[in-house]
């Protein structure tokens, strides 16, 4: 998928939190951003760049389809975004006992590790690729100025945030993973990619849910910055990509950006038909820039959450 600008809300509103830097840059800055975005329909890799009402996000409890989903405490750092994360997560040493062939040919529940992301990442694609498919998308954007310098531009930055943090929803349907409006959009792009090499999951565990599986995937920790990639988030969601946007002559000089361990969920049919799938991923960062010899910088932390229902 070809990255333009204003392609990512995480990137717009990550952005004005690390770079707005003075009164001086911020009135050209904020208001060249809101442009762009009216400009580019408010699009993003995470919301379905061809709808007529996708906007981008915000509330992380707004819109999330109800369902049965227990947490399981981890030991890695929790963000304040993440309270309000409703998806499972599976213990780190799940599924990784090899059971017999015949077993893993026909209980899904007795997958390993890497049978369980394939299991998930099979699923998806075909429900992709279906003869017929509805797809509603529920996306929802929380991001969290932490600190920031100098003094002076946090106040403004806070309400740009907050003005980007809405929650969206939008539904399109697809004939064998193309749009029927438009014959143009695909069906991977409306929802999130579905990519995941087994070597980026941490933990993965398959369980019997009434006549359905659930799939629970974490993803490993990844840290990245202005010139590297988080490789498994790219595989499986919508990372964090500064090449996207137009920074309008604004020179980010640090973006070193932690993904704590993005976690994937979804319900598959017995015919092996996705019914709903859901990345949560969390976020936290820290960066700086200058524009015309301005220096400031900030620490965000936040999370995009994207939820999938699909009827054929």
């Given at each position: 998928?070809?990255?333009?600008?204003?392609?990512?809300?995480?990137?717009?509103?990550?952005?004005?939190?690390?770079?707005?830097?003075?009164?001086?840059?911020?009135?050209?800055?904020?208001?060249?951003?809101?442009?762009?975005?009216?400009?580019?329909?408010?699009?993003?890799?995470?919301?379905?760049?061809?709808?007529?009402?996708?906007?981008?996000?915000?509330d992380d409890t707004a819109g999330i389809p109800s369902e049965d989903v227990t947490d399981i405490p981890s030991d890695e750092k929790t963000t304040a975004a993440e309270q309000n994360e409703t998806t499972a997560v599976p213990d780190a040493d799940e599924g990784t006992t090899a059971p017999s062939a015949d077993t893993q040919k026909n209980d899904p529940t007795a997958y390993t590790k890497d049978q369980a992301v394939k299991y998930y990442t099979d699923s998806m694609k075909k429900s992709f690729n279906a003869p017929k498919t509805t797809i509603k998308t529920t996306q929802t954007i929380a991001i969290s100025v932490d600190s920031?310098?100098?003094?002076?531009?946090?106040?403004?930055?806070k309400k740009i945030v907050e003005a980007y943090a809405k929650t969206t929803e939008s539904t399109r349907s697809f004939a064998k993973?193309?749009?029927?409006?438009?014959?143009?959009?695909?069906?991977?792009?409306?929802v999130f990619p579905a990519n995941l090499d087994p070597k980026g999951a941490k933990a993965a565990t398959v369980t019997k849910k009434g006549n359905d599986y659930e799939i629970n995937i974490l993803v490993v920790p990844e840290d990245a910055t202005l010139t590297k990639f988080p490789v498994y988030?790219?595989?499986?969601?919508?990372?964090?990509?500064?090449?996207?946007?137009?920074?309008?002559?604004?020179?980010?000089?640090?973006?070193?950006?932690?993904?704590?361990?993005?976690?994937?969920?979804?319900?598959?049919?017995?015919?092996?038909?996705?019914?709903?799938?859901?990345?949560?991923?969390?976020?936290?960062?820290?960066?700086?820039?200058?524009f015309i010899g301005i220096k400031g910088g900030a620490e965000v932390s936040g999370s995009m959450k994207k939820t999938a229902t699909f009827s054929y």
């Open positions: 998928m070809k990255y333009t600008i204003i392609k990512s809300a995480i990137a717009v509103v990550c952005v004005v939190a690390l770079c707005i830097t003075s009164w001086v840059a911020v009135n050209k800055y904020c208001d060249s951003l809101l442009d762009s975005a009216k400009l580019a329909g408010s699009s993003s890799p995470v919301t379905d760049n061809t709808s007529d009402d996708a906007d981008i996000p915000s920031m310098y100098p003094k002076a531009a946090e106040k403004l930055a993973g193309i749009a029927t409006d438009d014959g143009k959009g695909k069906a991977a792009d409306h988030n790219r595989q499986c969601s919508f990372p964090l990509d500064l090449g996207s946007i137009d920074l309008f002559g604004l020179n980010i000089t640090q973006a070193d950006f932690t993904y704590e361990g993005t976690k994937i969920k979804a319900t598959v049919g017995a015919d092996g038909y996705v019914k709903y799938a859901e990345v949560y991923m969390p976020l936290a960062g820290a960066g700086g820039g200058n």
